[in-house]
């Protein structure tokens, strides 16, 4: 029975079989069907097997044709998703406007078909793949569907009959069994070579998985059933066994059965180990033992066993987890599919299946339960895999559609746990990576950390589960059920710990690190995206009143594992010296969601804060970061190699600073503002390791720190302080104000394009969190703050982008150096910002100085930190500051501007910052017993004027101070470290908050200990912590201490007043008005003290401090009335002399390099306006050729290379310096003005057939088919495609020194951008691009004799002459016989003009090697050289003047090789086309033989052809008046061609009647010199040949119906002349140097005519010339044009057609433009970027446009590769004689391809912001730039883009 059905037709087959299922009984049916199939799908045939596969198809459509069920089932479609899944690479579209999720997106059927005007949308290239979201409103909102997933489709279908998918429900499930049994079948139990073999099952099964995903494709109603047949259970169980009689399906099921063992995170013998000692969630979480675990025997030995568990007990959340660790069991088809999925490492097929059901809501839900179900089984197998950058994109393609629907993410957040499956499998994961943390206390030291060198952190391995977990957070009600969630907290926290302190560094002290590790990669990405990302998706719900409970035990979370953390790592109260980890992670979380609660919720801060201890425990990491941050970068860990560097700039680099440095200073400010002042101060110097350099003494030891580090780190710690008290980004600024300052920071630094001005600002990770990039807020802020600089073209190639650039407002109110350096990665950007602060002031004439940074108004503190302007109210910081005044006022060493300047700034934000509290009193005389103290209270405005008579210091015996009396009593200094016996037990006591400061260090040590001992009473013991004893200990240093007292007698403000008077250089130099006048006082104006230097900075805060208080302004009037001259320091010793006069000395040296250098640059300027003049040919240069001692004398030429000047002689030629190439820009002018469009729709096309390049094809191919070769190749011109081109900069140089030049550029190993091989090399004075030197012609100047007074001779004569010096043997002024430098070079130039072009641009002759063939080359490379310049001038020569460049032109030097070249060839007197043109001849064709061809007719030539070919074949110089005589003759040649041409257009009645009106006046005197007679002539002679003209009416009853009038005809004979007098003026203009009179276009004929000498001289010039009149016969006009015309009416007779084509020949070309382009760029990328090469019929991975000619090619495509060049370069040779402009599609950029080199030109099309997009990476809408494309369309016209794109490189032919 069997048998029979599988031998039978499969569509009866088919058929028969739905009938018997159908019917009521169908068991028979049934029966069949499953026999048919276990025969079918028997695992013992081959798994891909197509006949199998093709019953399947049958039997599903049930005996119709498969594609006719596919359109069936389709029209009973109704999903209303549109669900298409794609895979990397492919083009989607983003839009932020229309998204509810970041994850979004659209294909771009659905994005063009939608309406997304106005929108912030994106287009990008897939990454990892993903699907359309498009009909979903879960993800994105419904205004952004697209017309078809709008209208709710499932709405309007049918319902589906029954019978239709009756054998579907039955078959199906016995296919996806079977595929199943395939996987089974093919898995091996791991081992090394198992990769390859899975590849090769999954190949086989390839054809069924894409049966399968053809299914899904029918649309809902086929999903519907597939949905059915995965998740039932039933038949699962049925199937899934096994049968027993099959031994293959048992042997299978074993197989998936021992594969299920290891699919649970912990093993069976796991469990066991663990059960009875901790039950816990994370039992495995330790170091002890695991199979995955490759450190645990190392970790045992260093008692892991105690590090595990300590670990484990403190993350224990919950007890049920064992889920999570277990083994899985599979209910249905979709979870073991989804098994083997994941066991086979996500094929992209099962992948692709998988997805393009997710349209099927309920499959959607079954799907995510199943995906979350195999969560840690997917992770597993991730940390196992070698592929894990494919498999993590695989993994992110799925959970991104499952996880970016609320819904559903709350669904399975709910019912399948899936916050602890995440958190369970992330802490799971992490584990492998611990290792024993080595900061502080190496020995006691519990804390375990990632090692960031593992492969799981160094490949991102965790990348997909982290990625997953964001997304969930982003949902308001799963991030809330994770904050609700205390044990999942707990294990979050004991997640990130494992972060805290990892990737420690080590300060190298003796030798450099022999390996740079590169681990901070690792770690920096880690904790961006492990901890902060998370951090910053919980931060978003934070964000209301109430939500305040989160916050709060969030806050206590943080806390108790900071606590946790500072217990393991046995921290008290020092941080170990010389190391640094910069990943804190516990301390950020805690600062942000710290100043989330204050800033959002209206939390009080102190109710959130720990006790002092541990907020000063909290404190010391931050501030370790901050120092060795000033370390880094005064090269102190320079032996830790250029990584620690790297780490620096990382830190606080914009993608990571708001989530890194921002938080610790905030942290900082928060401890700050809570913690005694005195003992933060003092913490920060010593931290910073500058105690000791804080004295008052000229000279001290530093334990601690090389002489040449104490100057960066006191700038570092007192930059810091300004930072620590002046930032208010988490301290009371909107964040408007954040991100305008943001703006402004980065806006200062250079100017910025809108997407580096994005990329610069730090967003907040998290997509969800307000302030989007692009989004309204940052436009507007963007406008307010910056002007756009639209986008330019440097005129020396390179390309600017549209650019934003601070308003002046902006640099004169808020420009915030503070902001600056906080935010610079590289150091020169500060310098960079405030030299265009400078540069500001200098334009707008506020302050022409170098001025010192601006100090800024801050915004106000929040009340919750107004504690911390006590930093600026105490004395250690006035003491401090007192000292280094006086420091820098006596010049001791390591001072320097910057520190003065960051030293005002902090007296200054004092200032501004006085306590509210002290209300400002005038304080009494200060008793007599208060004066061995600094200051007597802590309120700076009244420490300012407390003046200091006495300190006592500690220096070395050495030191200049110990000669000195010492007073009674004093203060003590900064730095002493211990208090002299002298001071009697009473002093010490009174003094105990003031002198007390003799020692920062034992200060700090004071307070800590208070703080610490407070409930024990001890408050005023000073005991040091013993951890740190020896540190510190002063007295080890070698040279004796010695107790000095210094007399100084000084305050703070008599010392500001003493720094003025030493930068002004002035004595008495402050004294302003309001010193004496109260007036003048009340009138104060502070804003004229905003800009300008240390100077105006001093005055500023003098002021301030007068107006804040009477005191100070009484002690400011009483220093400047006594004011004596700045005591000079007591000693100078020698060796500071020496010092300063070497600074004199330096100072007179810099201004003197100065000075010489402005110069240099002055005369190079002059030098280069003179000289380099090379970026576009209009640029005129007009050179005097009128003075009249050029005349005679010889010229003289200046040789480049060894700078002597002399005339160009036979044996030493001088030549220029040009560039040859050939160019095929005249080929591609076509007859209309309109440039050509380039197609973006199947129906628009371009051709190619009416470029004048094809058109002189056709032309030559037609002349070379009737006429004799050598006569046709007389006839026309070719070089309009691949001509050669010659241009040069005007340079010339001995040609021997040339060739010496090129020996020394050969041997010069130096990379260049050029091959001297191929003879190129570079203008050695203006290094412009050349690859040939042309001979200079020896010889007097151009002749400029003024003929035309003197001329008596008559044409007649003339003629004679010219035919006679045409017969004239090749007498060439420089002999050929003897050979001369001068003739081999010019021989040589001549090689290489041919060398320039292919051979196929010269080679149009019949006959191989014919000479006529190089004569026809020779005056060709004239005729495009001519032709091209005239292009140069606009087409015609209305401009006039001198050439495009006079300077720059050859053409005089080039026609003399021409001619030198061409005389060497002798025309055959026989065929002289001069004796045909001048002769009457009547028997001249009757001589030839019958089978030779004729000649061309004269009226078939060419003019301007015969004008080249006679001016190159005269003997040179030519003479002026045979020059006019060859144009009178050639003038009437065109001119008889113009009326022939237009008798042609004409209809029949208006020939007859020109014809006959003009035969009258034939006898009138000047008959000869009307065209009404001429006309009617030619006409009379045409007709002769009946057919010529019947051939003609037929061709032009289509093109005219216009009538002629005499008008429309002068006109159009003056049109049809232009062309040959424009050549002909240019020519004469080259030859005998005339001037090119400028005209209105309407005069050009006739101005050009006079010029010529054609306009006979009684004639005057006027508008309404009659172009007849210049005519002028040797020989009788109607004799000649007959015996003309009689050639054409010869060949008529048999080629009636072909003569009326050949006559009618119109020398009007077009400009050349490059294709017109559409407005968009998405017009061309959606029409091209997937659009098939017509050559290979694939899709190029790299498809290029030609914009030549539009072209579609493949760029680099080896499917397109001839004899081993690809077609880029192929074409560019075809299409642009190897110039090629090509725009590649996928990247929107143009590349030049010219000869063997390419460059990347740049990009026509921009964005909104006038910036280019390579490589499309933003996907942002692009707009065509007019002006760049102007830009190029001119370079490619004028050959320029040699000169002036720079970065050019060799393709090797592979583009």
């Known amino acids: 029975m069997m048998a029979s059905l599988l031998r039978r037709d499969k569509k009866s087959t088919a058929a028969h079989l739905k009938a018997e299922l159908n019917r009521p009984d169908n068991s028979a049916g049934l029966r069949q069907l499953q026999e048919l199939l276990d025969c079918l799908l028997n695992l013992e045939r081959p798994a891909g097997d197509s006949e199998a596969l093709e019953w399947c198809r049958c039997l599903l459509a049930g005996g119709d044709g498969f594609e006719e069920f596919c359109k069936t089932v389709r029209s009973y479609d109704n999903a209303t998703l549109c669900g298409l899944v794609w895979t990397a690479n ?46 979903d409103s879960n993800v994105m909102r419904e205004s952004g569907f697209c017309k078809r997933h709008r209208s709710k489709t499932g709405a309007n279908v049918p319902l589906v009959p029954k019978e239709l998918l009756t054998m579907s429900e039955m078959i199906l499930p016995r296919f996806i069994i079977s595929i199943i049994q395939y996987l089974r079948d093919g898995y091996m139990e791991p081992d090394p070579l198992s990769d390859r073999d899975l590849q090769k099952v999954l190949q086989q099964l390839e054809p069924q998985i894409s049966f399968l995903e053809e299914l899904t494709k029918m649309g809902g109603a086929m999903r519907t059933v597939l949905t059915k047949v995965l998740t039932n259970q039933q038949t699962y169980s049925e199937l899934s066994v096994g049968q027993e009689e099959n031994l293959n399906s048992t042997k299978n099921y074993e197989k998936y059965l021992s594969a299920l063992k290891s699919s649970g995170l912990a093993s069976a013998e796991d469990k066991t180990i663990h059960e009875p000692s901790a039950p816990s969630a994370l039992c495995s979480l330790g170091a002890t033992a695991n199979e995955d675990q490759l450190e645990s025997s190392k970790e045992e030995d260093q008692d892991g066993s105690r590090v595990g568990k300590r670990k484990r007990v403190k993350l224990s959340g919950s007890t049920k987890d064992l889920t999570i660790m277990g083994v899985l069991k599979h209910k249905c088809f979709l979870e073991e599919l989804l098994f083997w999925t994941i066991k086979y490492e996500f094929p992209q097929k099962m992948v692709t299946f998988l997805l393009n059901m997710l349209p099927d809501q309920e499959y959607k839900i079954a799907f995510t339960k199943t995906f979350v179900q195999h969560y840690a089984f997917i992770m597993k197998t991730l940390m196992k895999s070698h592929e894990s950058d494919t498999m993590s994109n695989r993994i992110v393609h799925i959970s991104v559609q499952l996880f970016s629907n609320e819904e559903l993410a709350r669904h399975v957040t709910e019912e399948c746990r899936l916050l602890e499956i995440m958190v369970t499998v992330l802490l799971y994961m992490m584990e492998g990576c611990l290792i024993k943390s080595d900061i502080q206390d190496e020995d006691n030291n519990h804390h375990v950390v990632v090692n960031c060198g593992e492969a799981l952190l160094k490949n991102n391995t965790y990348w997909p589960l982290v990625s997953d977990f964001i997304n969930i957070l982003s949902h308001q009600s799963v991030a809330k059920k994770f904050l609700e969630n205390h044990s999942l907290l707990m294990s979050w926290m004991g997640f990130v710990s494992s972060f805290q302190g990892m990737n420690l560094n080590k300060r190298e002290l003796n030798e450099h690190v022999e390996f740079e590790s590169q681990t901070y990669y690792a770690a920096f990405a880690a904790e961006l995206e492990a901890c902060a990302q998370p951090m910053w998706g919980l931060l978003t719900h934070c964000k209301v009143k109430e939500t305040q409970e989160y916050t709060k035990t969030m806050l206590r979370f943080c806390l108790e594992a900071l606590q946790m953390w500072f217990d393991a790592i046995s921290f008290v109260d020092e941080p170990t010296a010389n190391q640094v980890t910069f990943h804190l992670p ?149 964040d408007d104000e954040i991100l305008r300052s943001e703006m402004v920071s980065q806006l200062c630094m250079n100017d910025r394009t809108h997407s580096s001005l994005l990329d610069l600002i730090p967003e907040n990770p998290n997509p969800k969190s307000g302030i989007v990039p692009g989004s309204y807020s940052f ?16 005129p020396g190639g390179s390309m600017q982008q549209g650019m934003y650039t601070p308003k002046a407002e902006v640099w004169e109110r808020e420009f915030d150096p503070i902001m600056v350096i906080l935010r610079t990665v590289y150091r020169r950007d500060v310098q960079s910002a405030m030299d265009r602060y400078t540069a500001f002031l200098k334009q707008s004439g506020k302050f022409s100085g170098s001025p010192w940074p601006p100090y800024k108004e801050r915004t106000p503190l929040h009340t919750c930190y107004r504690g911390l302007t006590r930093l600026l109210h105490c004395k250690t910081l006035h003491i401090v500051l007192f000292t280094l005044l006086y420091k820098i006022s006596m010049d001791h060493v390591n001072m320097s501007e910057h520190i003065l300047c960051m030293v005002l700034y902090l007296i200054e934000l004092g200032l501004d910052n006085a306590p509210q ?117 002063p007295l080890s240093s070698t040279p004796q201490l010695t107790t000095v007292i210094l007399e100084v007698r000084e305050s703070i403000l008599s010392l500001l007043i003493k720094l003025h008077h030493k930068l002004s250089a002035k004595q008495n130099s402050f004294y302003p008005p309001w010193l004496e006048s109260l007036e003048a006082f009340g009138r104060l104006d502070l804003a004229k003290y905003a800009h300008g230097d240390g100077i105006t900075a001093i005055e500023r805060i003098l002021t301030k401090a007068a107006f804040r208080s009477r005191q100070n302004k009484r002690s400011i009037q ?386 301007p052809s015969l004008l080249l070919i006679f001016v190159l074949t005269m003997p040179q110089p030519l003479h002026k008046e045979h020059f006019t005589c060859i144009v009178k003759v050639l003038y009437t040649v065109q001119y008889i061609q113009a009326i022939a041409s237009l008798s042609v257009k004409f209809s029949a009645e208006e020939r007859i009647a020109w014809e006959t009106s003009g035969a009258l006046k034939k006898l009138a005197s000047s008959s000869e010199k009307s065209w009404e007679v001429l006309l009617s002539h030619v006409i009379s002679e045409l007709w002769k040949c009946k057919c010529f003209y019947e051939v003609a009416n037929n061709e032009t009853s289509v093109i005219s119906s216009c009538i002629w009038s005499p008008q429309s005809i002068e006109y159009a004979l003056q049109q049809y002349c232009l062309p040959f007098l424009r050549i002909t003026s240019l020519l004469q203009h080259h030859l005998f140097g005339d001037d090119l009179p400028s005209c209105l276009p309407e005069d050009e004929f006739s101005v050009l005519a006079n010029c010529l000498g054609l306009l006979p001289s009684n004639l005057q010039l006027s508008n309404q010339l009659n172009s007849a009149y210049c005519l002028e016969w040797s020989v009788s006009a109607f004799e000649i044009i007959s015996q003309w015309c009689s050639e054409v009416r010869a060949f008529s007779e048999a080629n009636a057609e072909h003569a009326v084509g050949l006559l009618v020949n119109n020398p009007h070309w077009s400009a050349p433009h490059l294709l017109l382009l559409p407005e968009n760029y998405n017009t061309i990328f959606q029409y091209y970027h997937r659009k098939p090469c017509t050559v290979c019929n694939k899709v190029p991975k790299d498809p290029a446009l030609c914009l030549v000619c539009g072209t579609f090619v493949c760029l680099k495509g080896l499917c397109c590769k001839q004899q081993s060049y690809c077609e880029c370069v192929l074409h560019s040779q075809h299409c642009g004689a190897a110039t090629g402009i090509f725009l590649l599609i996928n990247a929107s950029v143009i590349i030049i391809i010219r000869g063997y080199r390419f460059c990347l030109w740049g990009s026509v099309y921009l964005d909104a912001h006038g910036e280019e997009d390579r490589d499309l990476r933003r996907g942002k809408p692009l707009y065509l730039c007019k002006e760049r494309y102007k830009v190029l369309e001119q370079q490619w016209v004028s050959h320029t883009f040699d000169h002036i794109s720079k970065r050019w490189g060799p393709h090797y032919n592979g583009l």
């Open 917 to 1033: 509290d002290e209300l400002e009193e005038e304080e009494p005389n200060i008793d007599e017993n208060c004066h061995d103290s600094w200051f007597p209270g802590t309120n700076l405005i009244s420490n300012l004027h407390h003046v200091i008579n006495y300190v006592r210091v500690r220096v070395p015996e050495t030191a200049p101070e110990v000669k000195k009396e010492t007073p009674a009593s004093t203060s003590t200094d900064a730095s002493t470290f211990a208090q002299t016996s002298r001071c009697s037990a009473s002093l010490r006591r009174e003094n105990s908050g003031t002198a007390q400061i003799f020692s920062l260090v034992a200060e700090r040590r004071r307070k800590f200990q208070e703080i610490i001992n407070r409930s024990s009473g001890e408050a005023n013991q000073a005991v040091r912590p013993k951890s740190s004893s020896t540190k510190w200990n």
């Open 1118 to 1503: 009483e220093i400047c009335r006594k004011i004596s001259p700045p005591v000079p320091p007591k000693k100078t010793s020698p060796a500071d002399k020496k010092v300063m006069d070497k600074e004199e000395r330096r100072q007179k040296a810099r201004e003197r390099q100065q000075k010489l250098l402005a110069e240099f640059a002055s005369r190079q300027k002059s030098f280069m306006e003179t000289a380099m003049d090379v970026e576009s040919p209009e640029a005129d240069i007009a050179m005097d050729l009128g003075s009249s001692e050029q005349q005679n004398a010889e010229i003289l030429y200046d040789c480049v290379i060894c700078g002597q000047s002399g005339p160009s002689t036979e044996d030493r030629p001088a030549g220029l310096v040009v560039l040859l190439q050939a160019s095929s820009v005249l080929g591609h002018r076509c007859k209309s003005s309109e440039p050509k469009k380039l197609p973006t729709s199947d129906e628009e096309h371009i051709y190619p057939e009416d470029t004048c390049g094809a058109a002189s094809d056709v032309r030559l191919t037609m002349l070379q088919r009737f006429f004799k070769d050598s006569s046709c190749l007389q006839s026309i011109s070719i070089g309009w495609e691949g001509g050669v081109y010659v241009q040069t900069c005007g340079h010339t140089l001995h040609i021997d020194c040339h060739k010496s030049y090129m020996e020394s550029l050969r041997n010069d190993q130096v990379l260049q951008g050029f091959s001297v091989d191929k003879g190129e090399f570079t203008c050695p004075l203006c290094r412009q691009f050349a690859n040939s030197v042309l001979p200079c012609h020896p010889g007097k100047g151009v002749a400029r004799v003024p003929w035309q007074g003197q001329n008596n001779k008559s044409l007649v004569t003339l003629v004679k002459e010219v035919e006679e010096f045409q017969e004239q043997p090749g007498s060439y002024p420089v002999s050929i016989t003897s050979e001369t430098n001068l003739s081999k070079e010019m021989e040589s130039v001549i090689k290489d003009i041919k060398n320039t072009t292919q051979k196929k641009y010269m080679d149009y002759s019949k006959s191989f090697g014919s000479p006529d063939n190089d004569f026809l080359f020779m005056y060709s490379v004239a005729r495009t050289n001519l032709e091209l310049e005239l292009v140069h001038r606009g087409g015609d020569l209305c401009c006039g003047g001198a050439s495009a460049a006079a300077k720059r032109s050859c053409m005089n030097h080039l026609f003399h090789v021409l001619a030198m070249h061409m005389r060497l060839y002798s025309i055959d007197s026989a065929y002289n086309p001069w004796t045909r043109l001048t002769q009457l001849k009547w028997n001249r064709d009757l001589q030839r033989s019958e089978d030779e061809r004729p000649e061309v007719p004269i009226l078939f030539r060419d003019v």
């Open 779 to 794: 436009e507007t802020m963007l406008s307010a703050v910056a002007d756009f600089k639209a986008p330019v073209f440097e």
């Open 586 to 734: 516990l301390h950020r979380y805690y600062a942000m969601f710290l100043s989330k609660a204050v800033k959002c919720q209206g939390l009080d801060l102190d109710s959130l804060l720990p006790d002092q201890e541990v907020l000063m425990k909290i404190m010391v990491h931050p501030l370790q970061i901050q120092a060795s941050l000033s370390e880094i970068h005064s090269n102190m860990w320079v032996r830790n190699g250029l990584q620690i560097k790297g780490q620096a700039m990382t830190y606080v680099q914009s993608h990571f600073c708001n989530s890194m440095i921002d938080p610790d200073i905030y942290l900082l400010q928060v401890c700050a503002s809570r913690l005694d002042p005195d003992y933060f101060i003092s913490s920060v110097f010593e931290r910073f390791k500058v105690v000791d350099l804080l004295t008052m003494a000229s000279q001290h030891q530093n334990s601690l720190l090389d002489t040449e580090h104490e100057r960066p780190m006191l700038e570092g710690a007192l930059t810091f302080l300004v930072i620590l008290l002046s930032l208010r980004i988490h301290l009371g600024m909107t």
């Open 90 to 135: 492919f083009v989607a579209y983003r839009c932020r406007t229309c998204g509810i999720s970041p994850c979004m997106s659209l294909c771009a059927e659905c994005f063009n078909n939608g309406d997304h005007t106005g929108h912030d949308f994106n287009m990008f290239r897939s990454q990892a793949g993903g699907a359309c979201d498009c009909g």
